[in-house]
C-alpha cells in the first residue's frame, strides 16, 4: 500500500491544491453541496413558519406566498440537504469497503450536476408558480428527467466500482446503498407519471394511489437506505468492533423493500380506494416495525458497553440519536396507519411533526454524523473544530425536539376539534402559540445548519495536521483486523 492512492478515492491535499482535490472527489463535493442545501432549506422552512405564525407578514411577494415556499421548503431539504450529502457519504465508503477507486470520477461529477440541476429547479421555478403540483413530486417534467438521469450514472458507476472491486465481501451498507438507487429510479418514474409530460398526472382517484405509492417510497426506499447502509458504515468503526450480526442486517434489508413497498395506501384511508387497498396497506405498515427493530438491535449490539466512544465522538452521537429518531418515527408509523387512530392524527400538525423527525430526525441526524465521520477521512485532516460539531448537534437536537413536541401537541388539538364536530377556524386561535415556538424552535435548526457550513468549510480550506494515513487504508486496515466491517 502507498499513499498515492491506489486504492480508495480520496486524493490528498498536495496534489494539484484544493481545486484539483475537489476536482477528483466527488463524493466531498455531493457533502458540501448537501450541507449548503440544508442552509437555503431551512430558510424556506423558516418563510413557512412564519406564515404560519403571521399569514400577512409576506403579502404583495409573490415568490414567497405559502403555496411557492413549502415545496421549496420540503423537497431542497429532501433531494438537497438529505439525500445528497447521504449520496456522498455513500460515494466515500463503497469503493473505500470495496479497496478500489470509485469507477469514474467525471462521471460522478455529472451525477452531481445533474442532481443539483434538479434540485435547483425546485426553488427558482416553485417561486414563480411553476410546478406539477403533486405533494412530493412538484419537479417539472424536464427536471424529473435530469433526477432519472442522474440516478442512472450513480448506478453505472456503483456496478462498475463493484465489478472492479478488489474486496471479494459485499458489506450490507454497499447493499443498501446500490439498491436505493434501483428502488427510487423505478418509483419516482411510477409515482411522478413521467410517461405524460404534460400534465405528471393520472385522472381521477387512481393519481392519488400512484403519488402516494411513491410519496411513501421517497422516505422508505431512498431516505432509509442511504441513512441504515451510512449508520451500519460509521458506528462499527467508531465503537471499533464487528457489526453484531451481518445476518441480521440482509434479513432487515429484505423485509424492508418487502414491506415498505405497499403502505402508501394508508395515507388515503378516507377516499374511495379498494378496500383491499387499504387492508394491505395498514397491514405492511404495521409490518413495518420488523426492518425497524432489526436495524435498532442490530447496531445498538454492536454499541453495547462502548457508549463512552459513543458519546465522545462527534459523529457518533448524531447516528446514535438518528437511530432512537427511526425507532419513534417507525412506531409512530405503524401506529397511526390504524384507521381509528388515524381519525384524530391525519391532515394537521401531527404528520407535520412525524415528517419532520422521519427526515431530519432520522435520516438527517445520520446524514449530519455521517459527514464529520468522513470528512477526516476524504481530507486525512482533524475537524477544524469538534466544538463546533457539538454546538450543531445541540442546536439541531434541541430545534428538532421542541418543533416535534410542540407540533404533535398542536396536531392533537386538531384533531380532537375536528372529530368532536368543531369547525377548522375556530381552531386556528388556539394553535397561535405553537406556531410562534415552532417559529422559534426553526431558528435553532437554521443556526445548527450555518454552525454546520462553517466548520464544513473550515475543515477543508484550513484543517488542522492529522496522522497523514490515507482514507481508504485506514478501512482497509480496520477490515482485515474485523472482516465484519
Given at each position: ?151 442512472v450514472t450513480i448506478i453505472i458507476n456503483l456496478v462498475m466500482t463493484i465489478i472492479h472491486r478488489k474486496e471479494y465481501v459485499l458489506y450490507v451498507s454497499i447493499w443498501y446503498f446500490v439498491a436505493s438507487f434501483i428502488w427510487i429510479g423505478g418509483s419516482y418514474f411510477i409515482g411522478n407519471v413521467m410517461w405524460r409530460p404534460s400534465t405528471g398526472a393520472l385522472p381521477g382517484i387512481l393519481d392519488s394511489i400512484f403519488l402516494w405509492f ?272
Amino acid at each position: 500500500m502507498t499513499d498515492n492512492f491506489r486504492t480508495g478515492n480520496s486524493p490528498n491535499f498536495q496534489e494539484g491544491g484544493l481545486r484539483g482535490f475537489f476536482s477528483k472527489n466527488s463524493a466531498l463535493a455531493f457533502i458540501v453541496a448537501g450541507s449548503a442545501w440544508f442552509i437555503v432549506g431551512t430558510l424556506y422552512g423558516l418563510f413557512s413558519a412564519i406564515h404560519l405564525m403571521a399569514p400577512e407578514f409576506f403579502n404583495n411577494i409573490p415568490a414567497l406566498v405559502f403555496g411557492r415556499v413549502r415545496p421549496s421548503h420540503v423537497n431542497t431539504v429532501l433531494y438537497g440537504f438529505v439525500v445528497t450529502t447521504l449520496i456522498g457519504l455513500g460515494m466515500y465508503y463503497t469503493p473505500a469497503l470495496l479497496k478500489t477507486k470509485l469507477w469514474s470520477e467525471p462521471l460522478g461529477w455529472v451525477s452531481l450536476f445533474l442532481w443539483n440541476i434538479t434540485v435547483l429547479s425546485g426553488p427558482v421555478f416553485f417561486s414563480m408558480g411553476m410546478s406539477q403540483g403533486r405533494e412530493y413530486t412538484e419537479y417539472l417534467w424536464p427536471f424529473d428527467v435530469t433526477f432519472m438521469i442522474a440516478i442512472v450514472t450513480i448506478i453505472i458507476n456503483l456496478v462498475m466500482t463493484i465489478i472492479h472491486r478488489k474486496e471479494y465481501v459485499l458489506y450490507v451498507s454497499i447493499w443498501y446503498f446500490v439498491a436505493s438507487f434501483i428502488w427510487i429510479g423505478g418509483s419516482y418514474f411510477i409515482g411522478n407519471v413521467m410517461w405524460r409530460p404534460s400534465t405528471g398526472a393520472l385522472p381521477g382517484i387512481l393519481d392519488s394511489i400512484f403519488l402516494w405509492f411513491y410519496a411513501h417510497a421517497l422516505p422508505g426506499l431512498l431516505l432509509t437506505p442511504l441513512a441504515i447502509g451510512a449508520a451500519y458504515f460509521i458506528i462499527p468503526r467508531v465503537t471499533k468492533t464487528p457489526l453484531f450480526s451481518h445476518t441480521l442486517s440482509i434479513v432487515g434489508f429484505w423485509t424492508l423493500v418487502t414491506f415498505y413497498s405497499h403502505i402508501g395506501g394508508h395515507h388515503l384511508l378516507q377516499a374511495p380506494i379498494p378496500h383491499w387497498l387499504k387492508t394491505m396497506s395498514v397491514v405492511d405498515s404495521m409490518m413495518m416495525f420488523i426492518p425497524v427493530i432489526i436495524v435498532i438491535v442490530n447496531l445498538w449490539m454492536t454499541m453495547r458497553g462502548r457508549g463512552n466512544l459513543i458519546m465522545a465522538d462527534p459523529a457518533a452521537k448524531w447516528v446514535a440519536m438518528g437511530l432512537i429518531w427511526y425507532l419513534i418515527v417507525g412506531a409512530q408509523g405503524s401506529i397511526q396507519s390504524i384507521p381509528q387512530i388515524q381519525k384524530v392524527t391525519h391532515f394537521n400538525n401531527w404528520t407535520v411533526a412525524h415528517a419532520h423527525i422521519a427526515v431530519l430526525g432520522f435520516s438527517g441526524f445520520i446524514a449530519l454524523g455521517g459527514v464529520w465521520h468522513v470528512i477526516p477521512l476524504i481530507t486525512r485532516r482533524k475537524l477544524y473544530s469538534q466544538r463546533l460539531a457539538n454546538l450543531q448537534f445541540g442546536l439541531v437536537m434541541i430545534g428538532l425536539t421542541g418543533f416535534f413536541l410542540v407540533l404533535t401537541i398542536a396536531g392533537l388539538i386538531q384533531g380532537e376539534a375536528w372529530y368532536n364536530g368543531e369547525t377548522v377556524y375556530r381552531v386556528l386561535p388556539q394553535l397561535q402559540p405553537y406556531m410562534i415556538l415552532r417559529t422559534i424552535f426553526g431558528l435553532f435548526i437554521i443556526s445548527g445548519a450555518l454552525v454546520g457550513f462553517y466548520n464544513l468549510i473550515r475543515s477543508i480550506r484550513k484543517p488542522k495536521e492529522y496522522p497523514y494515513i490515507s482514507a481508504s487504508h485506514a478501512v482497509i486496515i480496520e477490515t482485515q483486523k474485523n472482516p465484519e466491517i
